[in-house]
C-alpha cells in the first residue's frame, strides 16, 4: 500500500469545477464509507471553499480519480486536467504545507488548520482513518503549530474577509451610511460581521435558515435576525450583501435581485459570495449596478502581502522539509515491519528446536555440558545457514552487494 493524496485546489481548478466536487459534512461518512471499502486501506477528505482533497492508503491512485468522478455524476474524465496526485512523500509534504497555511489563498490562514482536524474526526468516527494516516495529521497539526510560533507566516495577513471590506469601499467611499446583510451564520460570516462592523456600519442583518443561530450572530454586533425564507422582502434594503452557507442551490437569483435593484431605483449593490458551492448565481455578477465578487476574485487581493512575507514562508519550508524527512524515516522503519516479524518468528522457531532437542538429551542423562556445546553449536548453525548458503550461490556484483550487506548487518569488519 503506498499513500496518496489526490484533489484539486483554488491553484489548479476554477471556481465553477471546485463547487461541482464539493462533498458537504452531511455526504462525508457515506463518501468515506464507499473509498475504504474498494478503493483505499485508509481514507480522509479535506473539502473546502478552495480545495477537495482525498488522502489515502492504496495500491494505485487511479481507481480514486475515477471515483471522485463518479460520486459527483461527472464523466470520467472531467476532472482530469485538474486533480493533482501525490504519492509518498509527496503526499505528506502536500498535508504539512496545507495544515500550515502555506498551499492556502490567504497565506497563513488559520481556518485550514480547523477544518482538516475537523476532516480527521469525521474520518476517525467513520472508521476509516488507520495507523498511516493518523500519524500523519497528528504530525501535520505538530507542524503547523511549529510553522506558526516560530515564524510570521501568518503575521499580518489579509483575510478573505478583510478583503470583502476593502472591495467594499472600492464602491462606497464610507459604510457609514450603508446597511449591510450576511447570508448564513457559520465561522466564515462571523468573521466578515467582525471585520464589517468594525466600520460602524448604518445596519447589520443575519439571515439564517436557522432563526435562532441567527438571532445569536446579530445580538453580537447589535444586528437584526431575518428568516432566510423571507430574504426577498428585504433584499432591497441592503447596500452590501455577504454569502457564505452550505446550501448546495443558489440562494440569490437573479430574478430576485433584479426586483431588489428596480425596489432600490437603481443604486448600487456590492455582492460577495463566499460559499461552494456558489450561493448567488452567476447570471447576477451580468447586471447593471451589481458589484459581484466570489472567492477567487478575492486572491488578487488576499496575496498582495506576499513578498513582503516572503523570508517567513521560506523559514516555513524549511521546518517542514526536516519534518517531511522525519515522517518518511518514520514510513521505512513501519515498512520493515513485517519482515524483522518474520526474522523474529524464524529465530523462535530455531530456539525452540533446539531447546526441545536439549531437553531430550537431558532426560536421556547426557552431560549438561556437552548437551549446551550442542544447544549452542545448533543455534549458530541455523543462524548461519541462510546468510552462508545465499551468499555462496551469488556471483559477481550480486555477490560484492550481499557481501556488504551481510558485513553491515553482522557488523563485521571490512
Given at each position: 500500500m503506498?499513500?496518496?493524496?489526490?484533489?484539486?485546489?483554488?491553484?489548479?481548478?476554477?471556481?465553477?469545477?471546485?463547487?461541482r466536487?464539493?462533498?458537504?459534512?452531511?455526504?462525508?461518512?457515506?463518501?468515506?464509507?464507499?473509498?475504504?471499502?474498494?478503493?483505499a486501506?485508509?481514507?480522509?477528505?479535506?473539502?473546502?471553499?478552495?480545495?477537495?482533497?482525498?488522502?489515502?492508503?492504496?495500491?494505485?491512485?487511479?481507481?480514486?480519480?475515477?471515483?471522485?468522478?463518479?460520486?459527483?455524476?461527472?464523466?470520467?474524465?472531467?476532472?482530469?486536467?485538474?486533480?493533482?496526485?501525490?504519492?509518498?512523500?509527496?503526499?505528506?509534504?502536500?498535508?504539512?504545507?496545507?495544515?500550515?497555511?502555506?498551499?492556502?489563498?490567504?497565506?497563513?490562514?488559520?481556518?485550514?488548520?480547523?477544518?482538516?482536524?475537523?476532516?480527521?474526526?469525521?474520518?476517525?468516527?467513520?472508521?476509516?482513518?488507520?495507523?498511516?494516516?493518523?500519524?500523519?495529521?497528528?504530525?501535520s497539526?505538530?507542524?503547523?503549530?511549529?510553522?506558526?510560533?516560530?515564524?510570521?507566516?501568518?503575521?499580518?495577513?489579509?483575510?478573505?474577509?478583510?478583503?470583502?471590506?476593502?472591495?467594499?469601499?472600492?464602491?462606497?467611499?464610507?459604510?457609514?451610511?450603508?446597511?449591510?446583510?450576511?447570508?448564513?451564520?457559520?465561522e466564515?460570516?462571523?468573521?466578515?460581521?467582525?471585520?464589517?462592523?468594525?466600520?460602524?456600519?448604518?445596519?447589520?442583518?443575519?439571515?439564517?435558515?436557522?432563526?435562532?443561530?441567527?438571532?445569536?450572530?446579530?445580538?453580537?454586533?447589535?444586528?437584526?435576525?431575518?428568516?432566510?425564507?423571507?430574504l426577498?422582502?428585504?433584499?432591497?434594503?441592503?447596500?452590501?450583501?455577504?454569502?457564505?452557507?452550505?446550501?448546495?442551490?443558489?440562494?440569490?437569483?437573479?430574478?430576485?435581485?433584479?426586483?431588489?435593484?428596480?425596489?432600490?431605483?437603481?443604486?448600487?449593490?456590492?455582492?460577495?459570495?463566499?460559499?461552494v458551492?456558489?450561493?448567488?448565481?452567476?447570471?447576477?455578477?451580468?447586471?447593471?449596478?451589481?458589484?459581484?465578487?466570489?472567492?477567487?476574485?478575492?486572491?488578487?487581493?488576499?496575496?498582495?502581502?506576499?513578498d513582503?512575507?516572503?523570508?517567513?514562508?521560506?523559514?516555513?519550508?524549511?521546518?517542514?522539509?526536516?519534518?517531511?524527512?522525519?515522517?518518511?524515516?518514520?514510513?521505512?522503519?513501519?515498512?520493515?515491519?513485517?519482515?524483522?516479524?518474520?526474522?523474529?518468528?524464524?529465530?523462535?522457531q530455531?530456539?525452540?528446536?533446539?531447546?526441545?532437542?536439549?531437553?531430550?538429551?537431558?532426560?536421556?542423562?547426557?552431560?549438561?555440558?556437552?548437551?549446551?556445546?550442542?544447544?549452542?553449536?545448533?543455534?549458530?548453525?541455523?543462524?548461519?545457514?541462510?546468510?552462508?548458503?545465499?551468499?555462496?550461490?551469488?556471483?559477481?556484483?550480486?555477490?560484492?552487494a550481499?557481501?556488504?550487506?551481510?558485513?553491515?548487518?553482522f557488523?563485521?569488519?571490512?
Amino acid at each position: 500500500m503506498t499513500l496518496f493524496a489526490l484533489g484539486l485546489n483554488h491553484q489548479t481548478a476554477p471556481l465553477d469545477v471546485r463547487e461541482r466536487v464539493v462533498i458537504d459534512f452531511d455526504h462525508m461518512a457515506g463518501a468515506l464509507a464507499q473509498m475504504k471499502r474498494g478503493l483505499a486501506s485508509e481514507a480522509a477528505i479535506l473539502s473546502t471553499c478552495n480545495r477537495t482533497e482525498l488522502y489515502f492508503s492504496a495500491e494505485q491512485p487511479k481507481p480514486a480519480a475515477a471515483w471522485l468522478a463518479q460520486f459527483h455524476r461527472l464523466e470520467p474524465g472531467a476532472l482530469a486536467p485538474y486533480l493533482y496526485t501525490l504519492p509518498r512523500e509527496q503526499a505528506v509534504r502536500h498535508a504539512f504545507r496545507v495544515a500550515s497555511g502555506l498551499d492556502s489563498m490567504v497565506l497563513g490562514e488559520p481556518q485550514i488548520l480547523g477544518q482538516l482536524k475537523q476532516a480527521v474526526r469525521v474520518a476517525e468516527s467513520a472508521g476509516t482513518l488507520g495507523t498511516v494516516l493518523h500519524k500523519l495529521f497528528q504530525r501535520s497539526f505538530a507542524v503547523a503549530k511549529e510553522v506558526r510560533t516560530t515564524t510570521e507566516v501568518g503575521a499580518n495577513s489579509v483575510s478573505m474577509a478583510a478583503a470583502a471590506v476593502k472591495l467594499a469601499a472600492r464602491i462606497f467611499p464610507s459604510l457609514h451610511e450603508q446597511n449591510v446583510l450576511f447570508i448564513g451564520a457559520g465561522e466564515m460570516i462571523e468573521l466578515c460581521a467582525t471585520h464589517f462592523a468594525a466600520q460602524s456600519p448604518a445596519r447589520l442583518s443575519v439571515a439564517n435558515r436557522t432563526l435562532e443561530r441567527a438571532h445569536a450572530l446579530a445580538h453580537r454586533f447589535s444586528g437584526r435576525a431575518l428568516e432566510l425564507r423571507g430574504l426577498g422582502e428585504h433584499l432591497a434594503e441592503y447596500d452590501v450583501v455577504v454569502s457564505c452557507t452550505a446550501s448546495s442551490l443558489p440562494i440569490l437569483g437573479k430574478g430576485m435581485v433584479e426586483r431588489a435593484l428596480r425596489a432600490r431605483r437603481r443604486r448600487p449593490m456590492f455582492m460577495v459570495d463566499l460559499a461552494v458551492p456558489r450561493d448567488i448565481e452567476p447570471e447576477v455578477g451580468e447586471l447593471d449596478d451589481v458589484f459581484l465578487y466570489t472567492v477567487d476574485d478575492l486572491q488578487e487581493i488576499v496575496q498582495g502581502n506576499l513578498d513582503a512575507r516572503r523570508s517567513a514562508v521560506e523559514q516555513a519550508e524549511a521546518i517542514i522539509e526536516t519534518q517531511v524527512g522525519q515522517f518518511m524515516h518514520w514510513m521505512a522503519a513501519r515498512e520493515g515491519v513485517p519482515l524483522i516479524r518474520q526474522l523474529r518468528e524464524q529465530a523462535e522457531q530455531a530456539r525452540l528446536h533446539e531447546v526441545e532437542r536439549a531437553l531430550k538429551s537431558l532426560h536421556r542423562g547426557d552431560d549438561p555440558k556437552q548437551v549446551l556445546e550442542a544447544l549452542s553449536q545448533g543455534l549458530a548453525n541455523k543462524l548461519m545457514h541462510g546468510p552462508t548458503q545465499a551468499l555462496n550461490e551469488a556471483t559477481g556484483e550480486e555477490r560484492r552487494a550481499l557481501g556488504e550487506a551481510i558485513a553491515r548487518l553482522f557488523r563485521l569488519p571490512h
